[in-house]
């Protein structure tokens, strides 16, 4: 039984995937994104039925995404493409954009060295080695669908002189004969191998790509040969079987040439793919021939596929190799084939087909010279017409036929419109004019008038994001816009640029009504054309551009005037007139003329810029601004109005932020925005805490919403923006007593103020380099804060908060802080600190006065074991403690005790300096100050003797791992983690190595508290051995990795949450590449989705590493926790699904053999492999008995459907 076969008869348990082939850049293209279901078993039962494969079929299998059900029958852990190399090949759906891609000429690793070896080998000896591999590719034509056999290849090779020992391609064998032809001088017996090739069959899609592989390496350098060889096989076979009638008699056409056709397009393409820099002198001419095979063969879903990957093909080579004043002939009718397809797609969508020809087009319509107006409208009217009449989303899914596997049709959709929206983008960015505009919008103007609710909704999306695109990147401007359509107006011209009311947008207009669907076609207005009399066109031209210029002068003369007379007005006002002035000029930016707008604007830029603006006036001044902000409409004013408010700020700064700061009450700028607001997203979706923000801005009062852009407006420049925030923390700081806050309530407010405007700027990206730089000011001050909150009692809805849940209620003052807090080190990117308290739940400890010296203390041994800001934070710790306010004395000795464990203190600060400020403590009048300077001033740091001292306590405590009962076991571990505490920087050594040992083999205790406290103090030791044993314990880590793994699905909640802690730090460990992604899958990640994804960012970041993992999964088949043993059921059967060939290399046998046991007794004998060889695998199949016996029918029913598999893996090992 085939490795195929194997995966096909299992592929309802686990999903339906395999490795990605090399069967040219559609095939590889479309396996990138989605798994792939084996076709080989198909492919055979098509071959022997005399029927080719269907490749429509096969991509739309290749386009499916597996939707997951109950139980075993889904794909529970499913691999996806995580290589960078993958993502480097060339992605069709960028051909709008410009292609990073290697050469298509770039050949396989091996290429090089085999073509040394076969420029060395004489005339006679390439023909002999021709006549060989066209003998050997005619007997074993299977093999083009398979990996090659190594003995045979390798009998081949060495009768050639030749040794290979790198992986090969599946079309070797094409491969090596099409690189002796190109290096073949005589120019016979190339023209006499190219007609012997092409003779082949053209039945299989392998022997095709293989041809086609051949014929274009050989064109790069015997074109002529090539183009005549093809040009005669196109003349006698290829005619032969096109003109049959359909009412004639004659028999079906022989299936070995049924589809030259196709071969000849693919043929094609390689052509232009390896001509290089002579592309140009043959495009025209390769083209015509593909319009030709494309017409003239028989429409079938072989020659769809064919024609586009050719067309691929060509215009990848094209972009890499035509010069901008080249001019193509042939682009229109290769368009007009696309359009052809497109038009025959049917109305519902199963893959990319759509999405792809769109991108196609796009690219060709970029080559010059430009597409004719005919061809544009054809394009346009084909394009709409497939996508609009498509079903409505919601009945996208239901309108498909059967399939074995549905795919993801809001994938596609979403896909296939981007693609419209890029062609309609590329169209007007050729062609930068009103009139084009307006030639577009005609084409979609009439689906506003269907009778179908869906075609006229997709219509207005089209409209609104192609008019979203013209005014931020094409440059037209809103007045050339309303000019052109009062003159359409007045000209009867209708366009949805003034479609229905003047105030009412097009689409409200038609939405409402019903009318008739947009077929047939109305007439399209064309762009006009040139004027047919050069002097009269020539002359009406000079003459518009006169009166533009004039018109642009006159104006410009006008504004200079005025802003003369506004200098001087402004030089002899009263500051009350001067006052009235600059809000006169504030109600004028609310006008609908864009010119008086910008007019206004300006003259208040002008005037700001003028330092006439005194700090009285600077209240008065911005809640007039804070008024007028909403009606601004127009984007170049509003930016003009924001630069104007960062010269005020800069001026006048604490005047400013003080009235920017009240111009929000608390109650509007404490709403719930999520914490942090970008956490979710890391896992590549939106983000429930995103949509947090978003609701919750939206449900707020428009207030915050006008104070937000002002508070970016002072972030124009570095040192204003640091100016803003130290005042802003300068305000957070102004905290009367408790016994006072009753009569000042203004001073609370303005505390409560600053805390909400920090929170909403730490997720501003404009402050974002600046709440680094007042990191550790910042932080300081949000757990004072925090405490004087508790010392006030205003405590309600700390622990109310839940970030599931979307309620919009306004966020408590204690809650505010404390997602401040957590913000504070998600947004400056200390993602390690926050997922450290995070999994260990110490968020929560600051959400109670009793825990919250708990919780400074946590988040400060973070802190210090990422080395998170310690020097800053440190220097601001020394300045709290000298404070008079008790709340500072103790967050500071909170968070400089737990330093001293830090690896970097000593580089800050010396041991005398850090014994005077301790030694200061100790005459606080706090309890807890005092008894905090005692415990740091008895630390390691400051008596090294003791080092030595707790690594001999250490080594001695080990001992009581050894024995057949050990007592105590959470005692010992609890001592031996505080031992490990207070050695902090200092580290124990090899000592580590015996820890981790011993804590590894209590994982799988049957007490939850020992197992729990093992995982958490195994996290611990992994960091404790210092640099020297940093490899040792990476080596440890590695085998810790899948326990970890399976103990994620523990019974208990407390080791679960233990065990994503210990997980997380073995991967930040091994430097994985996607730790932020796993962390976030493991605090908020929910069922199968999750756990594919922790699979997949486990075994992708530990390449090579397969069989390991599969050796340790074994073991715990015959774990009496059922949950481990349904967690190794699943990462076993994942493996075998989606790495069985990376296993067939990696596994040994010496792994085969540490689990061989006697097999069961009634365990029956393996059936021979093929070629009469028996190998017993009787250790693997013992490990999987007991599961045949077991109780549970999932445990049944993994053994009847996997057994098989493990056989045939043996089988591979073994031999």
């Known amino acids: 039984m085939s490795v195929g076969d194997g995966i096909l008869r299992t592929g309802w348990l686990f999903g339906k995937q395999g490795q990605p082939g090399k069967r ?29 494969e269907n490749l429509l079929s096969r991509e739309m299998t290749l386009s499916m995404v597996a939707t997951p059900s109950e139980g075993f029958s889904c794909p529970h852990w499913r691999s996806n493409c995580l290589s960078p190399t993958g993502e480097q090949k060339l992605d069709i759906e960028h051909l709008g954009r410009a292609s990073t891609s290697k050469p298509p000429n770039d050949g396989p690793l091996w290429e090089e060295a085999l073509v040394g070896k076969i420029r060395t080998m ?36 060495a009768a050639l002189n030749l040794e290979l020992k790198q992986p090969l391609e599946k079309t070797f064998l094409f491969h090596f004969y099409g690189l002796i032809l190109r290096e073949c001088a005589c120019v016979d017996l190339v023209r006499r191998h190219l007609a012997s090739l092409l003779e082949l069959s053209h039945q299989s899609s392998g022997q095709r790509e293989g041809i086609a592989v051949a014929i274009g390496i050989v064109s790069s350098r015997h074109m002529q040969e090539v183009w005549a060889t093809l040009e005669h096989v196109g003349r006698t076979r290829f005619l032969r079987t096109v003109f049959t009638s359909p009412d004639s008699q004659q028999p079906e056409p022989d299936t070995h040439w049924r589809w030259a056709g196709s071969t000849a397009l693919l043929c094609y393409g390689q052509m232009a793919a390896h001509a290089g820099a002579q592309i140009l002198p043959w495009v025209d001419n390769i083209v015509s021939r593909m319009v030709y095979y494309f017409s003239c063969s028989r429409y079938d879903n072989i020659l769809k596929t064919s024609f586009l990957s050719a067309t691929i093909m060509l215009l990848k080579a094209l972009r890499q190799n035509s010069t901008p004043s080249y001019k193509f002939s042939q682009i ?112 979609v103007e009439p689906w506003l008038k269907s009778d179908s609710s869906h075609e006229r909704q997709r219509a207005v999306q089209t409209i609104f994001l192609f008019l979203k695109y013209v005014v931020d990147y094409v ?62 066109g020539t002359s009406e031209f000079t003459y518009l551009n006169k009166m533009k210029n004039f018109e642009a002068n006159t104006r410009r003369e006008s504004e200079m005037k005025f802003y003369d007379l506004v200098k001087v007005l402004d030089g002899n006002l009263t500051v009350a007139q001067h006052t009235q002035l600059v809000l006169t000029l504030l109600r004028g930016l609310c006008s609908h003329n864009h010119l008086r707008c910008d007019l206004a604007s300006q003259l208040l830029l002008m005037i700001v810029e003028d330092h006439s603006i005194k700090a009285e006036q600077v209240a008065e001044i911005l809640q007039g601004l804070f008024q007028e902000l909403p009606s601004i409409i127009f984007k170049n004013t509003l930016q003009t109005v924001m630069q104007a408010v960062s010269v005020l700020g800069t001026q006048h700064t604490q005047e400013t932020v003080e009235v920017i700061l009240s111009l929000c009450h ?81 001073a609370e407010l303005i505390s409560l103020l600053a805390l909400g405007t920090i929170y909403e700027l730490l997720y501003t990206r404009e402050y974002k380099a600046t709440v680094r730089w007042a990191f550790a000011g910042v932080l300081v001050g949000l757990l004072t804060q925090l405490r004087y909150l508790f010392e006030l009692d205003v405590v309600d809805g700390i622990s109310d908060y839940q970030e599931d849940v979307l309620d919009g209620k306004p966020l408590s003052p204690c809650r505010t802080c404390l997602e401040a807090l957590k913000g504070l080190f998600w947004t400056t990117n200390y993602w390690e600190v926050f997922a450290y308290l995070k999994l260990l739940r110490g968020w929560e400890l ?39 306010e008790e709340r500072d004395n103790i967050v500071a000795i909170l968070i400089i005790t737990e330093f001293l464990n830090s690896h970097e203190l000593t580089q800050y600060m010396s041991r005398r300096t850090v014994d005077n400020f301790l030694s200061l403590g100790l005459n606080n009048p706090n309890q807890l100050v005092r008894a905090m300077s005692l415990k740091g001033l008895s630390s390691a740091l400051m008596h090294p003797e003791k080092v030595m001292l707790l690594r001999n306590r250490l080594a001695g405590l080990l001992d009581g791992f050894v024995g057949p009962e ?97 997980f997380l730090r073995c991967a930040v460990l091994l430097k994985w590449e996607f730790r932020k992604e796993l962390f976030g899958k493991l605090a908020w990640g929910r069922g199968l989705s999750a756990e594919n994804d922790v699979f997949i960012y486990t075994v992708e970041s530990n390449l090579g590493n397969y069989h390991r993992f599969l050796m340790q999964a074994l073991t715990y088949l015959s774990s009496p926790d059922r949950n481990l043993k349904q967690a190794a059921m699943k990462f076993i059967g994942g493996m075998l699904q989606d790495y069985f060939p990376d296993l067939c290399i990696c596994l040994r046998k010496a792994d085969v053999r540490t689990l061989r046991k006697p097999p069961a007794a009634d365990c029956p004998l393996p059936s021979p492999a093929p070629g009469g060889c028996v190998s017993d695998p009787g250790g693997l199949r013992a490990d999987l008995e007991i599961l045949k016996q077991d109780p549970d029918s999932v445990s049944r029913r993994f053994y009847s459907s996997f057994l098989e598999d493990i056989w045939e893996l043996s089988q591979y090992v073994t031999h």
């Not at 990996?147 to 009998?155: C, F, I, K, T, Y």
């Not at 939106?686 to 407006?713: F, N, Y």
Request: aromatic content about 4%.
């Open 24 to 52: 040219g850049f559609w095939t590889h293209f479309l396996r990138r994104r989605v798994p792939t279901e084996p076709w080989d078993q198909r492919l055979e039962d098509s071959r022997k039925e005399g029927r080719p």
């Open 122 to 157: 004489s005339a006679l000896q390439k023909s002999q080695a021709l006549e060989a591999v066209q003998c050997h590719i005619r007997e074993h034509t299977q093999l083009i669908r398979k990996e090659v056999p190594n003995a045979g290849l390798q009998e081949l090779l």
């Open 332 to 443: 229109p009718e290769l368009i007009q084939c696309l359009l052809c397809i497109l038009q025959k797609e049917p109305n519902f969508l199963t893959t990319l087909f759509r999405e792809k020809i769109i991108l196609v087009i796009v690219g060709l319509s970029n080559l010059r010279p430009g597409l004719k107006p005919m061809v544009k409208s054809q394009i346009l009217q084909t394009c709409l017409q497939s996508l609009y009449t498509l079903p409505p989303t919601e009945t996208l899914r239901s309108s498909l036929p059967p399939l074995d596997v549905a795919p993801d049709v809001t994938e596609l959709y979403r896909k296939s419109m981007q693609a419209l929206d890029l062609l309609l983008q590329s169209l007007i960015s050729e062609n930068k004019s009103v009139d084009e505009l307006c030639f577009i919008l005609q084409h």
């Open 475 to 536: 440059g037209l401007t809103v007045s050339r816009l309303a000019r052109h359509s009062r003159e359409g107006s007045q000209e009867g011209g209708g366009h949805p640029l003034h479609a229905g009311p003047p105030d009412r947008p097009a689409y409200a207009a038609v939405e409402g009504q019903g009318a008739r669907h947009p077929e047939p076609r109305p007439p399209v207005r064309l762009p006009p054309p040139a004027a047919a009399d050069p002097a009269e």
């Open 666 to 746: 608390p109650s509007e700028s404490l709403r719930a925005t999520g914490a942090p607001g970008c956490l979710h997203s890391v896992s590549g979706s939106t983000g429930l805490s995103q949509a947090h923000s978003t609701l919750d801005r939206e449900q707020s009062s428009g207030g915050c919403r006008q104070v937000i852009p002002l508070w970016k407006a002072l972030a124009s420049n570095t040192q204003l923006a640091r100016k803003v925030l130290t005042l802003l923390y300068m305000k957070l700081r102004l905290r009367p007593p408790k016994e006072l806050v009753r009569f000042t309530q203004q």
């Open 846 to 884: 600051f959400e109670h006065m009793e825990t919250y010296t708990e919780g400074v203390t946590l988040l400060a041994r973070a802190m210090a074991h990422y080395d998170c800001e310690v020097k800053a934070v440190l220097g601001q710790a020394v300045i709290s403690l000298k404070s008079s």
């Open 966 to 1062: 050990p007592k105590d076991l959470m005692g010992l571990m609890e001592i031996l983690g505080d031992i490990l505490h207070r050695l902090g920087a200092q580290g124990v050594g090899a000592t580590s190595l015996r820890m981790a040992q011993h804590l590894l083999q209590l994982f799988d205790d049957e007490q939850a508290d020992v197992r729990g406290g093992a995982i958490l103090l195994y996290g611990d030791v992994l960091y404790s051995g210092g640099k020297k044993y940093q490899q040792a314990l990476k080596s440890h880590a590695f085998q810790a990795l899948v326990p970890l793994l399976f103990h994620l699905a523990d019974s208990c909640p407390k080791v679960v949450m233990k065990t994503k802690l210990t």
